[in-house]
């Protein structure tokens, strides 16, 4: 690696923290803390799975068939995020950097990817793909839920873009087979 692009790689981590604590800063407020805590437990799988039972008494079999690619795509999401996580080692940021302040309860100890984020944009492509009309209320819920990951010291920015990149592949490559 040249010193060059270890100068550039160490920038990027620096910028990475800093939105990290600039983000982390909502949660001295004590209302937003908790309003991002239970936007995190939510999107923890309890809204998605609520979403996927919902979707066939609302669509009938088209959402019969949106909800089983959502579960499919989830399962491969999972699949893949613990591979990575298992690979890559990355510490939460709470736990690497005394300036940033927990704000809920870590599933586990590796942060890279953000497995929330992952699944709430693979299933929020699936579900907006086959019915437009919900992106109103989906596409918010997913952007609370990625910014949740990073507000609440869980994530930083990094962990988030790249669960984002991974569950918009997982459900693009879903959406063409």
Known sequence: MSILTAVSLER??????DLCVWFNRACQYQNIKRL???ISWLGDGKFWYALMLVLPFVY???GWNTSLQ???VGIGGLAVYRLIKARTHRLRPFMVH???NLGASPLDQYSFPSGHTLHAVSFTIIAVNCFPAL???LIPITTLVALSRVILGLHYPSDVAMGA???ASLA???LYI
């Open 98 to 100: 005394q300036s940033i």
């Open 165 to 167: 990149l991974i569950g």
């Open 172 to 174: 693009i490559i879903s």
């Open 36 to 38: 991002f805590a239970l």
């Open 60 to 62: 009938g079999n088209t």
């Open 12 to 17: 990027v981590v620096e910028r990475d923290l």
């Open 135 to 137: 992106g109103w209320m």
């Open 70 to 72: 959502m579960i499919i």
